[in-house]
C-alpha cells in the first residue's frame, strides 16, 4: 500500500529542526562531546586573540561571536540533526507506505581501521568490524528497499512476513520513482529498524492508525495524483 501524503502531514513527520531523540543521536559517545569541547575552546582562543589585534572597534561583534562559539558542544546537535532533516525535506513528494518484511540476515560490515605499532616497532592496521542487520521489505508492485543497521538485541523478534512501514520520498507527484527512504517499523512487534530516528514517531504512528480508517486528513489536494506502481530501484540511504 503506498498512499501520497500531503506536504504538510510530510513536514510534521520530518521536522526541520532536531527532535530530542535526533539531538542525542548527534550527541553521540563521550568522545564525540570532546571533540566538539576542543572546536568551542579553539574558536573563543581565535576570537580573543582577534579582539587584541582589532581593538574594542569590534568588542560588541566579538563578544556575542564568542558566547555563539563557546556553545558550539551544546547547540552543534541541533545543528547537525537539522541538516540531515533539510535533506529530507527537499523531496516534493512523499507517501507512506506498506508492504512485509522479505529477507533478514546479519552481516559483519568494516567501519574503520586503526595504525597502530607493536613491540617490533612494525605498523599493524587494525580493523574495527560491527555486525550489522540487513532488512530487506516490498510489496505486491514489485518495489523492494534494503536498510542495514547496527544489530540490536530486539531485532531478533523480526521475521519474514511481517507488516513494515516507512515514508517513501519522490521528485514526482505520483511516487512513481521513489528516491529515498526513512526508518522501518514494525507494528507488530512496536519494533523501529533505523539509525538515525528520522520521523516524528508519534505523529507517524497516528498517521498509521489513521489510515487504516481511510482519513481523507492525509490524502493529497485533487492537484496531487494517485500513486502508480513503483519501480524496482535502490534508494539512497536517509
Given amino acids: 500500500m503506498l498512499v501520497p501524503l500531503t506536504r504538510q502531514k510530510f513536514e510534521q513527520i520530518i521536522p526541520l529542526i532536531a527532535t530530542g531523540p535526533q539531538y542525542a543521536y548527534y550527541w553521540g559517545k563521550f568522545a564525540d562531546f ?15 586573540f582577534t579582539y587584541k589585534i582589532v581593538g574594542e572597534g569590534f568588542g560588541g561583534l566579538i563578544f556575542f561571536l564568542g558566547i555563539f562559539a563557546g556553545l558550539y558542544w ?18 516534493l513528494y512523499a507517501g507512506f ?20 605499532v607493536n613491540k617490533r616497532g612494525q605498523l599493524v592496521i587494525i580493523e574495527n568490524r560491527e555486525r550489522r542487520l540487513n532488512l530487506e521489505v516490498g510489496d505486491d508492485s514489485g518495489f523492494s528497499t534494503a536498510l542495514q543497521v547496527p544489530l540490536r538485541r530486539l531485532h531478533k523478534s523480526i521475521r519474514r512476513g511481517q507488516i513494515a512501514e516507512m515514508v517513501v520520498m519522490s521528485n514526482r507527484p505520483d511516487l512513481s520513482s521513489i528516491v529515498k527512504v526513512s526508518d522501518i517499523y514494525i507494528p507488530d512487534l512496536n519494533l523501529w529498524v533505523s539509525d538515525y530516528p528520522y520521523m516524528r514517531r508519534d505523529v507517524f504512528s497516528l498517521v498509521s492508525r489513521k489510515l487504516e480508517n481511510t482519513d481523507d486528513e492525509y490524502y493529497p489536494s485533487k492537484q496531487e495524483r494517485k500513486p502508480k506502481r513503483r519501480k524496482r530501484q535502490q534508494t539512497d540511504r536517509l
Fill in 34 to 48: 570532546l571533540k566538539r569541547l576542543m572546536i568551542s575552546v579553539v574558536a573563543v582562543t581565535v576570537l580573543f
Fill in 74 to 91: 551544546l547547540w552543534g546537535p541541533i545543528y547537525w540533526a537539522s541538516i540531515r532533516n533539510a535533506g529530507s525535506r527537499r523531496y
Fill in 97 to 116: 507506505w506498506r508492504g512485509r518484511v522479505l529477507d533478514i540476515f546479519v552481516s559483519e560490515e568494516l567501519i574503520g581501521e586503526e595504525q597502530t
